[in-house]
């Protein structure tokens, strides 16, 4: 059974850089691509980025960077220069097996909430 | 930017049968945009229904399928459950990047 957990700290303070990691279980990190996605309080789902390019949503690329380390089976994500606007419950995903172009987001982390306030 | 457009909301009686649409502002959908399906409900993790236009998930109920249809992708619910009442969004593909869409809040009643 595949399972994805977040973690990292649920508050950050606005400016400072917001860092999250994902764990895999059930799954090497190496036969797939991961995603990121969020959801503002209340709102809709929004793509981050994922792993398998340098393909990321254009309005967060300047601040985004994204990570994989298959020795301990997580990849991670690094958002700078938050703002309030970047509070969100932000999800890691499977986003699609190595070789095949169709993203199939099939397992998803139960989320964690990040809060931007001073 | 790219913005992939859903009806904000559709309300569908026990039984009938409705169809969500997922259009891109850059044109037409098609295969190539490998149209995906999600199915959220409140407090829940969004779950994965269609991927590649119409395959579907090992856990997607047969009442659920996907296809395009008018230059939009389109999820088609028929038989429609209580349990179906729940927000669902689109994902498109645009070489690597993939957008979601606004989103469709189907109510049942």
């Given at each position: 059974?595949?399972?994805?957990?977040?973690?990292?700290?649920?508050?950050v303070?606005?400016?400072?850089?917001?860092?999250?990691?994902?764990?895999v279980?059930g799954?090497?990190i190496?036969?797939?691509?991961?995603?990121?996605?969020?959801?503002s309080?209340?709102?809709g789902?929004?793509?981050?980025?994922?792993?398998?390019?340098?393909?990321?949503?254009?309005?967060?690329?300047?601040?985004?960077?994204?990570?994989v380390?298959?020795?301990?089976?997580?990849?991670?994500?690094?958002?700078?220069?938050?703002?309030?606007?970047?509070?969100?419950?932000?999800?890691?995903?499977?986003?699609?097996?190595?070789?095949?172009?169709?993203?199939?987001?099939?397992?998803?982390?139960?989320?964690?909430?990040?809060?931007?306030s001073? | 930017?790219?913005?992939?457009?859903?009806?904000?909301s559709?309300?569908?009686s026990?039984?009938?049968?409705?169809?969500?649409?997922?259009?891109?502002?850059s044109?037409?959908?098609?295969?190539?945009?490998?149209?995906?399906?999600?199915?959220?409900?409140?407090?829940?993790?969004?779950?994965?229904?269609?991927y590649?236009?119409?395959?579907?998930?090992?856990?997607?109920?047969?009442?659920?399928?996907?296809?395009?249809?008018g230059?939009?992708?389109?999820?088609?619910?028929?038989?429609?459950q209580?349990?179906?009442?729940?927000?669902?969004?689109?994902?498109?593909?645009?070489?690597?990047?993939?957008?979601?869409?606004?989103?469709?809040?189907?109510?049942?009643?």
């Amino acid at each position: 059974q595949v399972q994805l957990q977040e973690s990292g700290p649920g508050l950050v303070k606005p400016s400072e850089t917001l860092s999250l990691t994902c764990t895999v279980s059930g799954d090497s990190i190496s036969n797939h691509h991961w995603s990121w996605v969020r959801q503002s309080p209340g709102k809709g789902l929004e793509w981050i980025g994922y792993t398998g390019s340098t393909n990321s949503n254009p309005s967060l690329k300047s601040r985004l960077s994204m990570s994989v380390d298959t020795s301990n089976n997580h990849f991670s994500l690094k958002l700078t220069s938050v703002t309030a606007a970047d509070t969100a419950v932000y999800y890691c995903v499977r986003d699609r097996p190595d070789r095949i172009p169709a993203p199939l987001f099939d397992y998803w982390g139960q989320g964690i909430l990040v809060t931007v306030s001073s | 930017q790219i913005v992939v457009t859903q009806e904000p909301s559709l309300t569908v009686s026990p039984g009938g049968t409705l169809t969500l649409t997922c259009a891109s502002s850059s044109g037409a959908v098609t295969r190539g945009y490998y149209p995906t399906w999600f199915q959220q409900k409140p407090g829940q993790t969004p779950r994965a229904l269609i991927y590649s236009t119409n395959d579907k998930q090992s856990w997607t109920p047969a009442r659920f399928s996907g296809s395009l249809l008018g230059g939009k992708a389109a999820l088609t619910l028929s038989g429609v459950q209580p349990e179906d009442e729940a927000d669902y969004y689109c994902l498109l593909y645009y070489g690597g990047a993939r957008v979601f869409g606004t989103g469709t809040k189907v109510t049942v009643l």
